[in-house]
């Protein structure tokens, strides 16, 4: 699946909420833009490859 990137958006409540590392708001922000009206489904797999992490890391 191939999405338009246009930037992206950190909800206020994302942002300064201090229980969450930097890492885990932008896999949110990232869940957030896959998220269509049934949920979002992407695989450790793909935040793996987005991220360049191991998916062990995601």
């Given amino acids: ?11 206020s409540e994302l942002w300064i909420n201090k229980d969450l590392s930097v890492m885990e708001k932008i ?14 489904y992407a ?3 793909y935040f793996s490859e987005f991220f360049s992490l191991s998916k062990t890391r995601c």
């Fill in 43 to 45: 695989s450790n797999g």
């Fill in 1 to 11: 699946m191939k999405k338009e990137f246009k930037g992206i958006w950190i909800p």
């Fill in 27 to 40: 896999f949110l922000v990232e869940i957030t833009s896959l998220d269509r009206e049934k949920g979002c």
